[in-house]
């Protein structure tokens, strides 16, 4: 027999229903959604909001744990421990690398995939390696190079598939030949740490390219005579913006920017979270170089640039709030809808919807996680 959730309003893809009770069924899916009180257990969050899991489409590490570390028991322990982050998929993010190491971390992921018990493996970000060293960010510029066909067909295939979503910088070599070919594989490219012009970056759109990495980082910025990547990212039609909401990477007034550009169904909530996510003040690292985090950031030691970040997605959806940029239903969408859509993966999470899994947070007003259910099982509690 069914179970149900009632609460003060559930959160829908285009609506929010108040008031209403959400079925989930003995198969941990999503069943109907009732405003007349039906029969069967009823857990009651009468005070609190419903909305799907949210899904992290740029997340390094978390917990001590990096994706490039190449150890699919620290990976379970990702998975884990997004749940008290309101997070139930996500895709492991690679940094620049040499091909050896992007090939191993491929392979692992793509043989032991579906083994975690926390929040899913959706697929795959490959962030990089073909950017360019002006705006390099923490990925390391040795092992930077032109877009290779051969290279992301092989990280394809040892992956199973699972490569989704790679990075590449818009004004390198063989850019149109690279796009084309992962467009065939269903394989999203973003555009990232660039110097390119607007035209290259609308180039690199018109040939397949459709989300913009963490705008306003690691680009060319907004010129009246040269737009750069930022006005690409605001201007042009059909993309997916990234942004990092933890107050440090970019200011609310351009994030507003962002959202008035883009509108909500293409403003993108990530966190680019590195390994020290959840572990408090103190050093740490991001692939081969050493980082301190103190005062909310995570910097490279040697030259104090941001290294990442370590936001929670669930405290991205609370700034949304708390800046009042938008109101908690939509923030939770830029977290949920809108990075599923971007990767087309709104087919199976972002989204509440009978059939799908449940996977859900239970929010207060300000958006502050209460509770994160995965497959209709309650798996973490404030």
Same mark, same amino acid.
């Not at 405003?35 to 857990?43: A, L, R, S, W, Y």
């Not at 394809?156 to 490569?163: A, K, M, N, P, T």
């Not at 796009?179 to 607007?198: G, N, P, Q, V």
């Given at each position: 027999?069914?179970?149900?959730?009632?609460?003060?309003?559930?959160?829908?893809?285009?609506?929010?229903?108040?008031?209403?009770? $959400?079925?989930?069924?003995?198969?941990?899916?999503?069943?109907?959604?009732?405003?007349?009180? /039906?029969?069967?257990?009823?857990?009651?969050?009468?005070?609190? @909001?419903?909305?799907?899991?949210?899904?992290?489409?740029?997340? @390094?590490?978390?917990?001590?744990?990096?994706?490039?570390?190449?150890?699919?028991?620290?990976? #379970?322990?990702?998975?884990?421990?997004?749940? +008290?982050?309101?997070?139930?998929?996500?895709?492991?993010?690679?940094?620049?690398?040499?091909?050896?190491?992007?090939?191993?971390?491929?392979?692992?992921?793509?043989?032991?995939?579906?083994?975690?018990?926390?929040?899913?493996?959706?697929?795959?970000?490959?962030?990089? /390696?073909?950017?360019?060293?002006?705006?390099?960010?923490?990925? =390391? /510029?040795?092992?930077?190079?032109?877009?290779?066909?051969?290279?992301?067909? #092989?990280? @394809?295939?040892?992956?199973?598939?699972?490569?989704? #979503?790679?990075?590449?910088? /818009?004004?390198?070599?063989?850019?149109?030949?690279?796009? !084309?070919?992962?467009?065939?594989?269903?394989?999203?490219?973003? $555009?990232?740490? +660039?110097?390119?012009?607007?035209?290259?970056?609308?180039?690199?759109?018109?040939?397949?390219?459709?989300?913009?990495?963490?705008?306003?980082?690691?680009?060319?910025?907004?010129?009246?005579?040269?737009?750069?990547?930022?006005?690409?990212?605001?201007?042009?039609?059909?993309?997916?913006?990234?942004?990092?909401?933890?107050?440090?990477?970019?200011?609310?007034?351009?994030?507003?920017?962002?959202?008035?550009?883009?509108?909500?169904?293409?403003?993108?909530?990530?966190?680019?979270?590195?390994?020290?996510?959840?572990?408090?003040?103190?050093?740490? %690292?991001?692939?081969?170089?050493?980082?301190?985090? #103190?005062?909310?950031?995570? !910097?490279?030691?040697? =030259?104090?640039? $941001?290294?990442?970040?370590?936001?929670?997605?669930?405290?991205?959806?609370?700034?949304?709030?708390?800046?009042?940029?938008? +109101?908690?239903?939509?923030?939770? %969408?830029?977290?949920?809808?809108?990075?599923?859509?971007?990767?087309?993966?709104? @087919?199976?999470?972002?989204?509440?919807?009978?059939? %799908?899994?449940?996977?859900?947070?239970?929010?207060?007003?300000?958006? %502050?996680?209460?509770?994160?259910?995965?497959?209709?099982?309650?798996?973490?509690?404030?």
């Amino acid at each position: 027999m069914s179970n149900y959730i009632f609460a003060k309003s559930i959160i829908l893809s285009d609506r929010e229903v108040e008031n209403a009770y $959400l079925e989930i069924t003995d198969d941990g899916q999503f069943g109907a959604i009732l405003t007349e009180k /039906p029969d069967g257990t009823i857990v009651d969050y009468s005070d609190y @909001h419903i909305g799907p899991g949210l899904v992290d489409t740029h997340i @390094h590490g978390y917990a001590s744990h990096d994706v490039m570390d190449n150890d699919f028991e620290g990976i #379970k322990v990702i998975s884990e421990r997004l749940l +008290s982050c309101g997070v139930t998929s996500w895709l492991p993010t690679t940094l620049t690398d040499t091909t050896e190491n992007l090939d191993a971390v491929c392979e692992t992921i793509g043989r032991h995939a579906g083994e975690e018990k926390g929040a899913k493996i959706q697929g795959i970000f490959l962030e990089g /390696p073909f950017f360019t060293e002006k705006y390099k960010g923490a990925q =390391n /510029p040795k092992y930077m190079s032109d877009p290779s066909v051969e290279k992301l067909d #092989k990280w @394809h295939r040892l992956s199973d598939g699972l490569v989704n #979503k790679i990075a590449i910088a /818009p004004e390198r070599d063989g850019v149109e030949e690279f796009i !084309r070919f992962a467009k065939e594989k269903k394989i999203h490219t973003a $555009l990232a740490h +660039s110097d390119a012009t607007y035209e290259q970056a609308k180039k690199a759109v018109e040939i397949g390219a459709n989300i913009f990495v963490h705008v306003y980082n690691g680009m060319s910025g907004l010129h009246h005579r040269e737009p750069g990547m930022v006005g690409a990212a605001l201007d042009l039609k059909n993309v997916f913006a990234e942004v990092i909401c933890d107050g440090y990477h970019v200011h609310p007034a351009a994030v507003e920017i962002v959202m008035k550009a883009r509108g909500v169904d293409e403003t993108v909530l990530i966190t680019d979270c590195m390994r020290a996510g959840g572990q408090g003040e103190g050093a740490s %690292r991001l692939g081969e170089f050493e980082v301190v985090v #103190k005062d909310g950031t995570a !910097r490279l030691k040697h =030259n104090g640039s $941001l290294a990442g970040s370590i936001l929670e997605l669930i405290q991205a959806v609370e700034h949304i709030v708390e800046w009042g940029l938008a +109101s908690l239903s939509d923030a939770v %969408r830029m977290a949920s809808l809108a990075p599923a859509k971007s990767v087309s993966i709104d @087919h199976v999470c972002g989204q509440i919807a009978a059939g %799908r899994a449940a996977d859900f947070i239970v929010l207060d007003d300000k958006g %502050r996680l209460q509770a994160t259910y995965l497959d209709g099982v309650k798996r973490f509690g404030a």
